[in-house]
């Protein structure tokens, strides 16, 4: 669903639907027009894309759709818009789920490859095999190179991050990877790269599913913790601990619940700078945090 201006009101109706020919229809499918179980959407300002899980594919539009059941104009993963076999190769995926764009890059968490592919320049064409691979094709596994079931991906610019979701943890490279199986250069979650613990904590995590950050700060939606961690500052070592906690009252509780205050498995998270956006699944519903004003969370853009 695409809104043309950020909802102000609540129940506030969407402009228009993809993957649909109208507001009614819920088909899935596949093909040129259709969409079965989408995972996460990400937009460079210009493009929109797609993570279409259960087609083991990503769909790019070259421009925001302006009307119903717009076609995608290149689909990656496949080698056209009808084929949805999943596969280990550069050019195939398993079940995708995020994904990101800088406008000059694209960046793809395939997550049950246990990788993620990196393209560096967007692709214009069907079915073009991805740059680089970070983690090893279909092989789950722990350490500094290796990814289980990696839920997000994110580029802020300068560092790369992964959501290493059943390993409970975020990786920080420093700066994009040149070649692949490139070792990340900081762990969030864990004491160290061999661990991979679920826990409760300001520094623990418990698959986390969605990653962002304006080079300043980092966001995690930390999923089964029913929360979202804040770090002020990128962290720069191994297990540093979150400043700011939402969706709890402290670093310890991590109960599910409803109100303005409590979450209940938070699956993605976006900002623009102003809003923070948080969507929940078993609550069905996305929040909107007002990074300015504040009254409740006292957060800034940059926490200044």
């Known amino acids: 669903l695409i809104f043309k201006t950020i909802p102000r009101t609540s ?136 990814l289980d079931s990696p839920s997000d991906v994110y580029f802020d610019g300068k560092k790369l991050f992964v959501a290493d979701r059943n390993n409970n943890r975020i990786l920080i490279w420093n700066s994009l990877p040149l070649q692949s199986g490139t070792p990340a250069d900081i762990v969030l979650g864990q004491p160290d790269f061999s661990s991979n613990v679920a826990n409760v904590s300001s520094r ?12 300043r700060s980092l966001y995690v939606s930390d999923q089964t913790n029913n929360r979202v961690l804040i770090w002020k500052n990128i962290p720069e070592s191994n297990f540093a601990p979150a400043d700011i906690v939402l969706g709890q009252p402290d670093f310890t509780t991590n109960s599910a619940g409803l109100g303005r205050n409590k979450m209940d498995t938070p699956l993605a998270i976006a900002s623009d700078g102003e809003r923070l956006f948080v969507a929940e699944n078993t609550n069905s519903r996305l929040l909107v945090f007002n990074l300015n004003a504040g009254v409740e969370t006292k957060l800034g853009p940059h926490f200044e």
């Open 204 to 215: 623990n995590l418990s698959f986390p599913s969605a990653i962002f950050s304006d080079q």
């Open 11 to 146: 129940f506030a109706p969407a402009d228009i639907v993809l993957g649909q020919t109208d507001f009614t229809s819920s088909t899935a499918g596949s093909g040129i027009d259709k969409i079965t179980s989408p995972d996460k959407i990400h937009t460079d300002g210009k493009r929109l894309f797609c993570s279409d899980f259960n087609n083991h594919r990503v769909l790019i539009w070259n421009t925001i759709p302006t009307a119903n059941g717009a076609p995608a104009n290149v689909v990656i993963g496949q080698p056209d818009f009808s084929t949805i076999t999943s596969g280990t190769t550069p050019d195939k995926m398993n079940n995708p789920t995020g994904v990101f764009s800088d406008g000059k890059r694209l960046l793809v968490a395939d997550r049950e490859n246990h990788r993620v592919l990196i393209w560096n320049t967007i692709p214009t064409s069907n079915g073009v095999k991805a740059d680089i691979i970070l983690g090893e094709s279909g092989v789950a596994g722990g350490g500094p190179t290796m």
